[in-house]
């Protein structure tokens, strides 16, 4: 069973910087998809950014392109998301995901999920 566990979540100003990490266990997910997604308050889950098993491959959302940047390290099973100059719209708990999966950017049919981390942007 796939275990996704996220961190790194708090309140933040407005044009600071945060860095989320997701540590996976269970599998050996050096073949793994491996993605951000995040869901504001009263609104449904968005896709923020995705990075294929070698990191060569990787996906990010226009609202957070240029901001954020999705990283991971294969030899700790780990998944991090850089977020810069955040802004208040970026507030929304954030979630990992994992998907045993080809390579579809954002189209990947993601099959977990972790438990998820809150991000607040103070203006």
């Known amino acids: 069973q796939v275990q996704l566990v996220e961190s790194g979540g708090g309140l933040v100003q407005a044009g600071g910087s945060l860095r989320l990490s997701c540590a996976a266990s269970?599998?050996?997910?050096?073949?793994?998809?491996m993605g951000w997604f995040r869901q504001p308050a009263g609104k449904e889950r968005e896709f923020v950014a995705a990075i294929n098993w070698d990191g060569r491959n990787m996906a990010h959302a226009d609202s957070v392109r240029g901001r954020f940047t999705i990283s991971r390290d294969k030899a700790k099973d780990t998944v991090y998301l850089q977020m810069n100059s955040l802004k208040p719209e970026d507030t929304a708990v954030y979630y990992c995901?994992?998907?045993?999966?080809?390579?579809?950017?954002?189209?990947?049919?993601?099959?977990?999920w972790g438990q998820g981390t809150q991000v607040t942007v103070s203006s």
């Open positions: 995901a994992a998907a045993q999966s080809t390579w579809y950017g954002s189209r990947t049919d993601f099959n977990s």
């Open positions: 269970g599998r050996t997910f050096s073949n793994y998809v």
